[in-house]
Nanobody
Framework: QVQLVESGGGLVQPGGSLSLSCAAS????????MSWYRQAPGKERELVAS????????NYADSVKGRFTISRDNAKNQMYLQMISLKPEDTAVYYC????????WGPGTQVTVSS
C-alpha cells in the first residue's frame, strides 16, 4: 500500500530556512504528481505546492511563491520542500500527498516559526 513519510520539520526563527523530505513507497513514484499541503491550528488543510510526475512542472500557493521550492528525485522516491524566509504564519503541520486511486497522506511533520 501507499506509504508516505515526512521528515525535516522543527522550530525555526522568522526569516530562517528549513527543508522537508517525503519518502514514498508502495506505488510507482515516477508516474504520479506529488504535493505538499499544510494545516495550521484551527484552519483547513491547504495546498502549498505541487510537482508533476517528471518534475518539469511546479505550482505554488500565492502565500509561498518565491520562498518555497518543491522538487523530487525519482531515482530515490523522494520529494522535497525547501523553505526560506519563513514567517510565523508558515507554522503548520506539513503533509506529503499523492492521489493514486484515492488521496493518500503521510502523518505530517510540524513546522514552527517563532522567535
Amino acid at each position: 500500500q501507499v506509504q508516505l513519510v515526512e521528515s525535516g520539520g522543527g522550530l525555526v526563527q522568522p526569516g530562517g530556512s528549513l527543508s522537508l523530505s517525503c519518502a514514498a513507497s508502495g506505488f510507482t513514484f515516477s508516474r504520479y504528481g506529488m504535493s505538499w499541503y499544510r494545516q495550521a491550528p484551527g484552519k483547513e488543510r491547504e495546498l502549498v505546492a505541487s510537482i508533476t510526475a517528471a518534475g518539469g512542472g511546479t505550482n505554488y500557493a500565492d502565500s509561498v511563491k518565491g520562498r518555497f521550492t518543491i522538487s523530487r528525485d525519482n531515482a530515490k522516491n523522494q520529494m522535497y520542500l525547501q523553505m526560506i524566509s519563513l514567517k510565523p504564519e508558515d507554522t503548520a503541520v506539513y503533509y506529503c500527498s499523492v492521489f493514486t486511486s484515492s488521496r493518500n497522506w503521510g502523518p505530517g511533520t510540524q513546522v514552527t516559526v517563532s522567535s
